[in-house]
């Protein structure tokens, strides 16, 4: 299958918490598709951040865009409901998080949702090898989960030209997202490894022309 359009979904987590609604609505107007959630829960990675209630506030603000959701969180089944009621479009989460990988995709989408999992620099493809046809989403972590403003792992960018190849040559009609140290200095090498879908955070938000940063980024994307 053809390469998905192109996605910048930027992430909260790096956005001003005091004016989150407005965040969320000025980086959308100059620009942004999706609204991404980094969702850790101080277990399954050492940092705690935001919930259901943040993305249920959001919805009953306004903000119509795909609301994508990255669970960190062990266990997942639980926050999964969660999310599903509050809004999420997409809910991944990490396989070494699940109990039952194949229940907690079954969960998302008896929700609605669509579903994904997630890749730790260090995971193997074949972690998620046996869940591919349940799978709306891959999301390829380029940094340690857990902390924002990380660097770009560069050895990620193998293991995104091995997904895309999968998704292509199996015909699957799965997104590639990729999610850590993404920023305009190198989002163009990424999208040539086969990304599709671009998280962003702190090279959005610690910006002062959210228009000028996500057109630059857009227009660098292959």
Not at 27 to 34: E, K, Q
Not at 149 to 169: A, E, H, M, Y
Request: glycine share 6%.
């Amino acid at each position: 299958m053809a390469k998905k359009d192109n996605i910048i979904a930027p992430s909260i987590l790096s956005a001003d918490f005091a004016k989150l609604g407005e965040e969320v609505e000025s980086v959308l107007s100059a620009g942004a598709d999706w609204v991404h959630f980094d969702v850790m829960d101080n277990h399954y990675v050492p940092n705690l951040t935001i919930g259901p209630m943040v993305c249920s506030a959001l919805m009953e603000y306004g903000i119509k865009a795909p609301i994508d959701v990255h669970l960190m969180v062990q266990p997942v089944d639980r926050l999964i409901d969660d999310f599903v009621e509050a809004g999420a479009t997409y809910i991944t989460f990490h396989p070494e998080a699940s109990q039952h990988i194949d229940r907690s995709l079954q969960i998302i989408k008896s929700g609605g949702c669509k579903s994904g999992l997630v890749l730790n620099p260090a995971s193997p493809i074949n972690l998620i090898e046996d869940c591919l046809e349940s799978l709306d989403m891959i999301l390829l972590m380029s940094v340690n989960p857990g902390f924002g403003g990380q660097k770009f792992i560069p050895s990620v960018l193998n293991k995104l030209r091995k997904l895309r190849k999968i998704i292509d040559d199996n015909n699957l009609d799965i997104r590639l997202e990729i999610d850590g140290g993404v920023k305009l200095e190198n989002i163009s090498e990424i999208s040539e490894a086969g990304a599709d879908t671009f998280v962003a955070g702190s090279a959005i938000f610690s910006q002062n022309n959210y228009e000028k940063v996500i057109s630059e980024m857009r227009s660098s994307i292959k």
